[in-house]
């Protein structure tokens, strides 16, 4: 495994009914565009087919993998970041949200950037219902007053890392869930790395087939992550994201 390579993380939960399309289309257009990377399907449940449909591109694409674990999405992307050393991480989502052609611009503009610390994606055009809006414009308040950030969007799922950052979070992340996102603008903003925000104006998001696309369980996470937000804001006033 050379330490000169992209590493691509796509987090899946329930995620089979969407890669049987995209993975195979993900795994072209590397190989057509030639970019030189690993692609590592990380599933956080055994509750379809996911392993069968990446085992099953695995025939033709070598430089696919697969780890299988229990826990959220943030937990899922660290062990992502954790599974080698490579010189960039860039995880996504399996929808392909945000698409494909944003990959190179990201590796572009990752090469004439110093001291690099993430180029996270932003979404110009909100999708979902009201309560989601509502909720997402609260988090965003209480991220911008409680930790002083600028930042416009933390959750969009299409970010590039440095390693210089990944060796950081890896031993700071420790949120397992949905703003799991907000520890890496701490961990690069207490340690003066560089983030750059790229407009991902034709981002959409198909909220019908959402893991939380019913009021219930929305509310349920969105009230786990108002305490998960609160303890990183607790954890970024003590400094506990600044590396000696």
Not at 173 to 197: G, K, P
Request: hydrophobic content about 40%.
């Amino acid at each position: 495994m050379s330490d000169q390579r992209l590493l691509i993380i796509i987090p899946c939960y329930k995620e089979a009914a969407n890669l049987i399309s995209t993975l195979p289309r993900i795994c072209r257009y590397l190989t057509r565009h030639g970019i030189n990377c690993d692609v590592l399907i990380v599933e956080g449940e055994k509750v379809d087919g996911t392993a069968a449909i990446v085992k099953q591109n695995q025939k033709q694409y070598k430089f696919l993998k697969l780890i299988q674990t229990h826990k959220g999405k943030g937990h899922q992307v660290k062990i992502g970041l954790e599974f080698g050393n490579y010189r960039q991480y860039l995880f996504m989502d399996a929808d392909l949200a945000t698409p494909l052609k944003y990959i190179p611009q990201f590796i572009v503009e990752a090469a004439k950037t110093d001291n690099l610390g993430l180029i996270s994606g932003v979404r110009i055009r909100r999708q979902g219902n009201l309560l989601r809006k509502t909720v997402s414009t609260v988090l965003n308040i209480l991220l911008r007053w409680g930790l002083g950030l600028k930042q416009t969007d933390t959750q969009c799922g299409f970010k590039l890392i440095s390693r210089e950052l990944r060796d950081i979070v890896v031993q700071k992340q420790l949120t397992q869930n949905w703003v799991f996102d907000v520890e890496y603008f701490m961990a690069a903003h207490q340690n003066d790395l560089t983030v750059i925000n790229v407009p991902i104006p034709d981002w959409k998001n198909d909220y019908t087939s959402a893991t939380l696309n019913t009021v219930p369980k929305f509310m349920k996470s969105s009230l786990s992550s108002g305490f998960e937000l609160t303890a990183i804001i607790c954890r970024a006033w003590s400094g506990w994201y600044k590396v000696n």
